[in-house]
């Protein structure tokens, strides 16, 4: 699996907005059929790394590959054409479409799409019911339900299952599981398996370390700005993951930190370090 070349890779990229040095030479590689989590706590740099990706930022430096080519990421647009689907938290739908409505939103009619130059609702319907069944999730099963009336979780899946269907490669997860209970983190993250299954790269951001051992192949750990860990599933425990989130430090080492900072400092907590 590793020696394939990567879908997508990221060069020595930096990104800075004005003085405000964000990302520091990045280096990180997805695979098709390989799941990259992207670990970091609040404010470590994921979602400015996967705008990157998804053509909403510009690096400052540093270069995109796809398939081994240098390529630029100008836009949203330009991205989801070279297949990247970025599914935003809770889903990215929108709660007043129907199912088969918000399957279509945005698709422009292409190569094959003739029929949905007018909107054809009962094809749509269909499609979209189906794509979203061929994931398992069989309890969806009218296109004209309100994607507002789904859970959280089958959002989530209708929206993979969408970017799935669509033909994208490579697909970001922006913290898919943070809203939800057990049992339906459960069910998106066998989806997420199952997208990895039939050959999607998947670059997953948690910060939920259970979340990330159960679907990751491979974790990349940002610590302001910079990649601080790189490593296979398998080389690291629970617990090193959870400390390096925490910035190399023992959580333990860490509470007690804090609490000593706030009893000197009036009660007040340490400003958020930038
Ligand atoms: N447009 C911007 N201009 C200036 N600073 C920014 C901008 N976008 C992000 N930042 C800063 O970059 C840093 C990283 O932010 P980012 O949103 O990428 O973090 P994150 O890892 O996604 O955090 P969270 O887990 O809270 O979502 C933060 O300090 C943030 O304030
Ligand atoms: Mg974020």
């Not at 706590?41 to 081994?68: C, F, R, W, Y």
């Not at 130059?117 to 094809?123: F, G, H």
Request: overall charge neutral; charged content about 20%.
């Amino acid at each position: 699996m590793s020696d394939q070349k990567p879908i997508l890779a990221l060069r020595g990229v930096n990104k800075s907005f004005g003085p405000i040095d964000v990302l520091h030479d990045i280096n990180l590689e997805v695979r098709a059929g390989e799941v990259l989590c992207l670990l970091g706590d609040n404010g470590a740099g994921k979602s400015t790394l996967i705008k990157i990706m998804s053509g909403v930022h510009q690096p400052t430096s540093g270069t995109i590959e796809m398939d081994g080519q240098a390529t630029g990421l100008p836009t949203p647009r330009a991205a989801s054409e070279k297949g990247i689907a970025t599914v935003h938290q809770f889903g990215g739908t929108f709660p007043l479409m129907s199912i088969g409505r918000s399957f279509f939103v945005g698709v422009e009619p292409t190569k094959g799409w003739g029929p949905f130059k007018v909107y054809d609702r009962k094809r749509a319907n269909e499609i979209a019911v189906k794509a979203v069944q061929n994931f398992g999730i069989t309890r969806i099963d009218d296109g004209d339900r309100l994607v507002g009336g789904l859970s959280g979780g089958e959002r989530q899946s209708l929206a993979i299952a969408r970017a799935v269907h669509f033909g994208a490669r490579v697909l970001i997860l922006d913290e898919p599981t943070a809203a939800l209970g057990v049992k339906q983190a459960a069910h998106v993250l066998r989806i997420v398996n199952e997208a990895k299954r039939r050959g999607l790269a998947v670059i997953f951001i948690t910060h939920q370390v259970m979340h990330a051992m159960a679907v990751g192949d491979h974790f990349a750990v940002l610590i302001r700005g910079a990649v601080a860990a790189d490593f296979k599933k398998g080389q690291k425990t629970r617990e090193e993951i959870t400390d390096l989130m925490a910035g190399g430090e023992t959580m333990a080492n860490l509470e007690a930190s804090i609490d000593g900072y706030m009893a000197s400092h009036d009660g007040h907590p340490p400003a958020p370090v930038h």
